[in-house]
C-alpha cells in the first residue's frame, strides 16, 4: 500500500528555516518522480519543487528558487524539503507527491498520482 506522510510544518518567522519531511512507503523512493506542492487559501495549488528518479534533476518554483532545497534519504526512503528565509507569501499547506509510473514529466502537479495528508507551514511574526 503507497503512503506518503508529511510531517515538520509548524509556525516560523519571516526569514526563519524548517525542514519539511514526506516519508514513503509501499514503494521506493529512488524509483519514483517525487515533489513538493503546496495550497494557500483560495489560490490552486502550484508546484514548489520536483525530483526525477534518484534526484538527478531537481527543478523549482520562481518564488522559491535559491531559498528552498528538494533532497531525498535513500536509506530511509523519505523526501525533504529545506525552507530558508521564507517569507509570508510561504504560508500554505504543503503537499509531497509521487509520480509512480514512467519517467520525467516535469513538475505538473496533473503528473502525479500519489498525495501525502499535507502539513501547514504558517510565516508569522
Known amino acids: 500500500q503507497v503512503q506518503l506522510v508529511e510531517s515538520g510544518g509548524g509556525v516560523v518567522q519571516p526569514g526563519g528555516s524548517l525542514r519539511l519531511s514526506c516519508s514513503a512507503s509501499?514503494?521506493?523512493?529512488?524509483?519514483?518522480?517525487m515533489g513538493w506542492f503546496r495550497q494557500a487559501p483560495g489560490v490552486e495549488r502550484e508546484s514548489v519543487a520536483c525530483?526525477?528518479?534518484?534526484?538527478?534533476?531537481?527543478v523549482y518554483g520562481d518564488g522559491v528558487k535559491g531559498r528552498f532545497t528538494i533532497s531525498g534519504d535513500s536509506a530511509l526512503n523519505t523526501m525533504y524539503l529545506q525552507l530558508n528565509n521564507v517569507n509570508f507569501g510561504d504560508t500554505a499547506i504543503y503537499y509531497c507527491?509521487?509520480?509512480?509510473?514512467?519517467?520525467?514529466?516535469?513538475?505538473?502537479?496533473?503528473?502525479?498520482?500519489?498525495w501525502g495528508q499535507g502539513t501547514q507551514v504558517t510565516v508569522s511574526s
Open positions: 507527491a509521487a509520480d509512480l509510473g514512467g519517467g520525467w514529466k516535469g513538475c505538473d502537479k496533473r503528473t502525479f498520482g500519489q
Open positions: 509501499g514503494f521506493i523512493l529512488d524509483e519514483a518522480v
Open positions: 525530483m526525477s528518479k534518484e534526484g538527478f534533476i531537481k
